[in-house]
Nanobody
Framework: QVQLVESGGGLVQAGGSLRLSCAASGFTFSRSAMGWFRQATGKEREFVGYITAGGGYTYYADAVKGRFIIFRDNAKNSVYLQMTSLKPEDTAVYYC?????????????????WGQGTQVTVSS
């Protein structure tokens, strides 16, 4: 069955960096776009970004554009979220998600499998 396992979350000071990883199994990873979302306490889940199946195109939410980068290693069935210049408002549980198509979407309806999430806390 499809499994997505995030790792790499933690506590970091504002201005710092973190790299999240998502290990995928149970589907043909190289044929699937992958997305990252986040959910802060008391707020709705929000789109962070996605990467196409081949890795040639990425798209980001305005809130993270220029600070976050998504990349993937299809040989390792993994997708990554490199976060820099972190802000306290980036504090959230971060989820990776499997897109139901080869291209990504910025709405959660375009994703059919989700990881369990990893907590990122940015202190001021």
């Amino acid at each position: 069955q499809v499994q997505l396992v995030e790792s790499g979350g933690g506590l970091v000071q504002a201005g710092g960096s973190l790299r999240l990883s998502c290990a995928a199994s149970g589907f043909t990873f190289s044929r699937s776009a992958m997305g990252w979302f986040r959910q802060a306490t008391g707020k709705e889940r929000e789109f962070v970004g996605y990467i196409t199946a081949g890795g040639g195109y990425t798209y980001y939410a305005d809130a993270v554009k220029g600070r976050f980068i998504i990349f993937r290693d299809n040989a390792k069935n993994s997708v990554y979220l490199q976060m820099t210049s972190l802000k306290p408002e980036d504090t959230a549980v971060y989820y990776c998600a499997h897109a139901s198509t080869t291209y990504g979407r910025s709405d959660s309806a375009g994703y059919d499998y989700w990881g369990q999430g990893t907590q990122v806390t940015v202190s001021s």
